[in-house]
């Protein structure tokens, strides 16, 4: 059976996740967990899917973990949250099928991101938010250390001075020095963060090849830190040299030379071509 708690909408390429308890502010749990994890891995899979949008029910984004039991909450290992651990990384599958998916993800935080619901974002691409906004890495402030994979997340985000700050004091934040220190990228008001989220998914999906686009993100993502650019090179040249016979260079260039939108032919399920995924190799 499906979840209830979070609800999905796929409208012109555009799929809006959209986390459903707001009578408690969108507070994470196990179940919400698993029902990202699913939606994530399922929008990598389906061809109708260019970008991901994930934003809140009613007043809040996600309060972080849903702790109404007291800290039995934190039971078990996390269990009660973050479901049964039954591997190294399964706590956190959630995380690991947002940094996955092939496709561009965009948060569009409508009220309290904290704890577990601002870590949530880490992986996405894009975070705006609405002006009336809030932001905490809490941890620290509740007996626990940054989670979901944040300590690897928020540095690259933001800096590592930056991420010690936030981290260290535990407090709470508003859109504003979240702009400023690099968190988000855009601070808009309420009434408009969907209208702006979808404005941009629409430019990152109008006139660009969905293969290209999930070979780029995961370029940048994973060679971000690389200490030099010596492997990327020889992977960048590799996936060139295999687009540059494909049917969707053939279209790109020709669109440009018609002066007209491209309708690019390459889907992400079908035709990702070698190397990728090059980190698989031996």
Known sequence: MASTQITQELQD?????????PEKLNAFTAEMGSALADAFRAADENDAVRVVIVTGAGRGF?????????SEAFG?????LFGKS????????????????RKPSIAAINGAAVGVGLTLTLPMDIRIAATDARFGFIFARRGLVPEA???WFLPRLVGLPQALRWCYSGRVFDAEEALKGGLIDESVPAEALLVRAREIAAEISAETAPVSIALTRQLLWRFASAPDPTE????????????????????GVSAFLEKRKPKFPGRVSRDMPPPYPWWDED
């Open 13 to 21: 390429g555009i799929l809006t996740i959209t986390l459903n308890r």
């Open 62 to 70: 996600c309060a972080g973990a849903d702790i109404s039991s007291g």
């Open 76 to 80: 078990k290992g996390g269990d009660n």
């Open 86 to 101: 039954t591997g190294p990384r399964s706590e956190s599958s959630f995380i690991e099928s947002i940094f996955n998916c």
């Open 149 to 151: 994979g944040s300590a």
């Open 232 to 251: 990327l090179l020889g992977i960048d040249s590799k996936l060139n040299r295999a687009l540059g016979a494909s049917a969707d260079v053939r279209e």
